[in-house]
């Protein structure tokens, strides 16, 4: 019999309704709730409030609103509070009820430059310390990386740094005039005169990528080889080269993890001689390429490499067994060789070393020996092998990020909101991947506890013989049938 049609009628009271019990028991929440302790926030946050005036939201509340924003990729602040009210878990999750009134969403941003970039620094570290805590992080092995970011600016409405500094320094005056106070942002530096850049969004900077210019910024980490977690991130304007960040992102790793790692690997936008140096008085053993010149104009088969520096004469002695002195210095101090007159003219394996038309020349860095040293510190096969695990890592890293955070987007406009927002995104990134490492250690352990048996050695050899004498009669009785008596050996069994 089919029945009634259904009809919603809204009750007066709910008797037998519980939050707890429409949360189901998978749901990932849960398990962050209770392997992260927000609660820490309130400490961290006690000295920006006042001791008079109306109460704050619960800053336990706004900092798992702030969570749920990156975690969740919700776009917004106002998005956010909006769909508050529809998400049970999220409701569960922040401690609110069905008949709570929740914040407006201004609340947010509001805590957001109260609390400053030290608070989000500090969340990442207590998420951090529970990776480690678990055993996530091993600290020898890192990969260093950095990716773009998209500013929140439009790149076609650029002005001139002088033009862009003039008028917020008028309207800095005229706030003050006004006595009101004026809106500057933190950590802000000026732009050094020339430099092209967005009245929105100062900080931001261009750069090229992909033979497209971009405005916007860059995130470099650190990412331990292990389990691929986040230890370390510095935010700067896109300008700005790798190489001249690794320094501090090892410093954090180093502040964050309380320990110094043995290998870092990254590309060859951090192949500098001044970073190997560095690499040497941390004692830390790079696998990081360098950009390889073969030599200038008309280089043929014949490479750098193969041509021997004697230190002793300052030239290069060629495969043919001349020598190539130095004819020239650049700004830098690097010397540039090549052969006498008529040298390369006259010799038999012209052909395979340039087609230039006086001589073959060749470049020496002038910290060469470090560039020497470092190409020295792993075997090819070795460095292949780290560079591949660095595109599983770092590059892995940043993709999830992309694909479920918004990484590539900025949310804010300045240098210290983007700050907070990459501390947020490899917050949440490290959180997924301490609680699929968290189900994964308890998994096994409810199994066994269901079945006691199951995993014990005699059960699985006893199960193993059983499926192996089950499947050899199964063989022999199939040769049986259809092998020829007089060209086919009979089967035995081989315990």
């Not at 009271?13 to 962050?32: C, H, K, M, Q, W």
């Not at 800095?172 to 969004?201: F, H, M, V």
């Not at 500098?272 to 010149?293: D, F, G, K, L």
């Not at 038999?348 to 230039?356: D, K, L, M, Y």
Request: hydrophobic share 35%.
């Amino acid at each position: 019999m089919m029945g009634r049609a259904q009809r919603i009628d809204g009750k007066l009271f709910y008797t037998s309704f519980r939050l707890e019990d429409r949360v189901r028991g998978d749901n990932p929440l849960r398990a962050i709730k209770s392997a992260i302790d927000f609660s820490f926030v309130r400490q961290e946050v006690r000295d920006l409030y006042g001791r008079r005036g109306n109460p704050s939201v619960d800053p336990t509340v706004l900092l798992k609103l702030m969570f749920l924003l990156v975690y969740e990729n919700v776009p917004s602040e106002r998005a956010l509070m909006a769909r508050l009210p529809e998400r049970l878990d999220w409701l569960w999750f922040c401690g609110y009820d069905l008949d709570a009134k929740v914040p407006d969403h201004s609340v947010i941003s509001k805590a957001r430059r109260r609390w400053g970039v030290e608070v989000f620094s500090r969340f990442f570290q207590h998420v951090l310390q529970c990776c480690i805590d678990a055993g996530l992080v091993d600290g020898r092995t890192l990969h260093a990386d950095a990716s773009l970011i998209h500013a929140n600016a439009d790149k076609s409405k650029l002005h001139p740094a002088l033009r862009v500094v003039g008028e917020q320094l008028y309207q800095r005056l005229d706030a003050e005039s006004e006595g009101e106070q004026p809106r500057a942002g933190k950590n802000a530096t000026p732009p050094e005169p020339g430099t092209i850049i967005s009245p929105t969004d100062p900080d931001a900077r261009l750069t090229r990528k992909n033979g497209q210019t971009v405005v916007g910024y860059k995130d470099h980490r650190v990412v331990d080889d292990r389990s691929g977690i986040v230890t370390a991130t510095v935010t700067t304007d896109a300008a700005t080269a790798e190489a001249h960040v690794l320094s501090e992102a090892l410093d954090q790793h180093e502040e964050n993890t309380d320990g110094c790692p043995s290998t870092v690997v990254a590309d060859k936008g951090y192949g500098t001689s001044a970073v190997y140096e560095e690499m040497a008085e941390r004692q830390i053993t790079p696998c990081i390429p360098h950009q390889s010149r073969r030599g200038g104009r008309g280089v043929g088969v014949y490479h750098t490499k193969d041509f021997h520096y004697d230190a002793g004469r300052d030239a290069y002695r060629c495969p043919a067994g001349q020598w190539l002195t130095r004819y020239a210095t650049t700004k830098d101090g690097s010397g540039r060789y090549r052969a006498g007159g008529g040298v390369c003219a006259r010799c038999s394996q012209r052909p395979q070393c340039t087609n230039a038309r006086d001589s073959r020349r060749v470049t020496r860095h002038v910290r060469q020996e470090w560039i020497d040293w470092a190409d020295g510190c792993f075997s090819g096969e070795h460095r292949r092998r780290l560079l591949s695990r660095r595109r599983i890592r770092a590059e892995g890293s940043f993709a999830d990020a992309a694909n479920c955070h918004g990484f590539k987007r900025a949310r804010w406009r300045g240098l210290w909101l983007m700050t907070i927002q990459n501390l947020l995104v490899a917050a949440a990134q490290n959180v997924r991947k301490l609680m699929r490492a968290l189900h994964r250690t308890n998994r096994p352990a409810a199994a066994a506890a269901a079945h006691p048996r199951f995993f014990t050695v005699q059960t699985c050899r006893d199960l193993c013989d059983s499926l192996a004498h089950v499947a050899f009669n199964r063989v022999r009785a199939l040769f049986c049938c259809f092998r020829a008596p007089e060209n086919v050996p009979a089967l035995e069994r081989v315990n």
